[in-house]
């Protein structure tokens, strides 16, 4: 191998051996363009999510933007929270890594009873008080939407999105968004609006550069 050839592969070898936190990671960053907020079907700020035509979506909407590519899942479960308060789920929308644990902490001083009929997780916690420990908790080792209910507070609603990826983050109320962390490489960027619409464009995450991508 001739001189220039052996200085390639010493640096690609070099680079091999960098721990992770070494190698530079990329970033996405951008806007996408939200639904029209309809009117919740009580203008109540309890109902967290609304039901029209048979679609579910935030209220007011937000966008989950997530990168989608071969990402193995964690081997030690990551833990989230949904509490009830003030008879309102927090947050609304959840999104998870498939594989997570969600924890149901109850603040308010009466019984919640949670529940999901949904295909991805179906579950039933009972009734409990806030004062009940541990806090009930549920593994969402299934990718796809969840939706939950309260048996007592039947206006209760709220959303969780399981994803097969740990890089996602819910946009703010304009549909603008980031993501930071992301490793280099070809992949996929989804933006979720609802439980029918979720757009989607390839990207290549180059290390160290932030790539702006809208979701006209």
């Not at 907020?37 to 933007?65: C, D, E, Q, T, W």
């Not at 991805?120 to 939407?145: C, M, Q, T």
């Not at 930071?180 to 960027?189: F, N």
Request: net charge positive; aromatic share 8%.
């Amino acid at each position: 191998m001739t001189a220039p050839g052996l200085r390639r592969l010493a640096a690609v070898l070099a680079t091999l051996a960098l721990p992770p936190a070494a190698v530079a990671q990329a970033s996405a960053e951008g806007r996408v363009e939200l639904a029209k907020a309809l009117h919740a079907p009580v203008m109540n700020k309890r109902y967290g999510i609304v039901a029209h035509g048979g679609v579910l979506s935030p209220f007011p909407p937000v966008a989950v933007v997530y990168l989608e590519g071969p990402f193995p899942r964690p081997s030690t479960p990551p833990t989230a929270q949904m509490a009830q308060k003030d008879l309102m789920f927090m947050p609304w929308l959840l999104p998870v890594q498939a594989g997570s644990r969600v924890e149901f902490p109850n603040l308010d001083d009466t019984y919640h009873n949670i529940f999901s009929y949904s295909p991805a997780k179906r579950f039933d916690l009972g009734r409990y008080r806030s004062d009940e420990r541990p806090i009930p908790s549920v593994l969402f080792d299934a990718p796809g939407l969840v939706t939950l209910r309260c048996d007592i507070h039947e206006h209760m609603r709220a959303l969780i999105l399981v994803l097969d990826t740990p890089y996602f983050v819910v946009s703010d109320a304009q549909g603008r968004y980031r993501l930071d962390g992301l490793p280099a490489g070809r992949y996929v960027l989804k933006a979720w609006l609802d439980s029918k619409t979720t757009l989607e464009r390839p990207v290549l995450l180059q290390g160290g550069a932030t790539l702006h991508a809208d979701f006209p």
